[in-house]
């Protein structure tokens, strides 16, 4: 069945970087856009980042433009998210996406970053 | 970034319907309608429905969406104990380029 699979998260401190990783399985990755969406705990969602399926358009909201980058490797089925410069409002549960028609379709059990001194 | 209006919390009984709304404006409702996620307690979202209001398979018929102008809406009839959850709205927003989310609807089946 149709697997995501995030890593990555754990303690960081502010102005450090991190890089997410997701694993896909179960689906045709490489014909799939992908997202990434966050979440601080108790609190609601917001979306970070959208790559198409060739990598070849990137979206990013305006919160985080400049200090993360997402890409993708369909050789080896992993989405990942580059976070630089790190701080602590970015402390949150960070979710791999997969899309469906614009929407988000099938998500990962998420992984804690949290950005602390 | 704007993101899109939702009501904090509804209460509804049992076997009730539940109708939980969604304003945004013309750059995004308006414009590419709304996808409606469901969320309990500890678990990632789940997809209730997307553009033009289809239901992924597996959801119960018992949830619809619609849209009016720059407004979704999630109904959800017979109320259920399992359907008390958070729920939010997303839409793509043309003019900013990026996915706004509504600050999430919690549902309470009384």
């Known amino acids: 069945q149709m697997q995501l699979v995030e890593s990555g998260g754990g303690v960081v401190q502010p102005g450090r970087s991190l890089r997410l990783s997701c694993i896909a399985s179960?689906?045709?990755?490489?014909?799939?856009?992908m997202h990434w969406v966050r979440q601080v705990p108790g609190k609601g969602l917001e979306w970070a980042a959208m790559?198409?399926?060739?990598?070849?358009?990137?979206f990013y909201a305006d919160s985080m433009k400049g200090r993360i980058t997402i890409s993708r490797d369909n050789s080896r089925n992993t989405l990942f998210l580059q976070m630089d410069s790190l701080r602590a409002e970015d402390t949150a549960v960070y979710y791999c996406?997969?899309?469906?028609?614009?929407?988000?379709?099938?998500w990962g059990q998420g992984t804690l970053v949290t950005v602390s001194s | 970034q704007a993101g899109l209006t939702q009501p904090p919390s509804v209460s509804k009984d049992l076997r009730q319907t539940a109708t939980l709304t969604c304003i945004g404006n013309?750059?995004?409702?308006?414009?590419?309608?709304a996808v409606w996620l469901q969320q309990h307690q500890g678990h990632p979202p789940k997809l209730l429905s997307y553009?033009?209001?289809n239901r992924p398979s597996g959801i119960s018929e018992r949830l619809s969406s619609s849209r009016s102008g720059s407004t979704a809406s999630l109904t959800i009839t017979r109320l259920q104990p399992e359907d008390e959850a958070d729920y939010y709205c997303?839409?793509?927003?043309?003019?900013?380029?990026?996915?706004?989310f509504g600050g999430g609807t919690k549902l309470t089946v009384l």
């Open positions: 996406v997969k899309d469906l028609s614009g929407s988000f379709d099938h």
């Open positions: 179960g689906f045709s990755f490489s014909t799939y856009s």
């Open positions: 790559i198409s399926y060739d990598g070849g358009k990137k």
């Open positions: 013309s750059n995004n409702v308006g414009n590419e309608g």
């Open positions: 553009r033009n209001n």
């Open positions: 997303s839409a793509w927003d043309s003019s900013l380029g990026a996915w706004v």
